[in-house]
């Protein structure tokens, strides 16, 4: 079946440095993805999204990229900080019965070390 | 940036009995909610989709009669869990949807004791 998985669940990261979260997916029909931030006991917290058409995106200290030849979604974010430490998340969506439909991956844990 | 509330923020309850859990949209009409739920340490897995006057849609494996949707108004859902178990025990998330995003809400953790 359609599913969006991640490459690792757990990342560690010493505070400064940048970090990369990657994500593989299967279906290419998506019409775009989108990556979250979930931190403890709260909803998931947009943070950039990119369309299926676009390879990269840029937003503050984040940058997304697509890769639609091996299905392959990244997030970097530079100079990570230690309230960056939360659970991401990569989703993909897609227009089922005119709204976007929002399936999630499996999830990354990116722990900064101070 | 868009505001979506939920209520109650944690509940606790005996099991067999039902809980009711609100979603509103504050600053926007949301013709279209959804509901998902996420157990510890697991990713958000989507239960229905909950349209403003209509049926709730619900995906496979998720019990209509055990999770009542309803969508009276454009600016609320509720999903009540009926006869809640232990096993129901989860992180409880719903989300709106505007023309060009959806908003989540901060979810509603329910400990079935």
């Known amino acids: 079946g359609e599913s969006v998985g991640l490459h690792l669940p757990t990342l560690s990261v010493q505070e400064g440095d940048n970090s990369i979260i990657n994500c593989a997916y299967s279906?290419?029909?998506?019409?775009?993805f989108i990556w979250y931030k979930q931190e403890s006991g709260k909803g998931p917290q947009f943070i950039i999204d990119?369309?299926?058409?676009?390879d990269k995106r840029q937003g503050q200290r984040v940058t997304v990229l697509l890769n639609k030849t091996v299905k392959h979604l990244s997030l970097q974010i530079a100079a990570t900080q230690p309230g960056d430490s939360a659970v991401y998340f990569c989703?993909?969506?897609?227009?089922?019965?005119?709204?976007?439909?929002?399936?999630f991956g499996t999830g990354t844990k990116l722990q900064v070390i101070p | 940036g868009a505001v979506v509330s939920q209520h109650p923020s944690w509940v606790i309850c005996k099991s067999g009995t039902s809980v009711k859990i609100e979603c509103r949209s504050l600053d926007f009409q949301a013709t279209t909610m959804f509901w998902y739920r996420q157990f510890p340490k697991q990713s958000l897995m989507l239960m229905a989709t909950s349209n403003e006057g209509s049926k709730a849609t619900y995906e496979q494996g998720v019990e209509k009669d055990k999770f009542l949707i309803n969508h009276a108004s454009l600016t609320l859902s509720t999903l009540t869990v009926t006869s809640a178990h232990p096993e129901d025990s989860s992180f409880y998330i719903c989300?709106?949807?505007?023309?060009?995003?959806?908003?989540f809400g901060p979810g509603t953790r329910l400990t079935v004791l």
């Open positions: 990119i369309r299926s058409n676009m």
């Open positions: 989703a993909e969506t897609k227009n089922s019965g005119g709204y976007q439909k929002v399936t």
């Open positions: 279906n290419s029909a998506s019409d775009y």
């Open positions: 989300s709106a949807a505007s023309l060009s995003a959806q908003y």
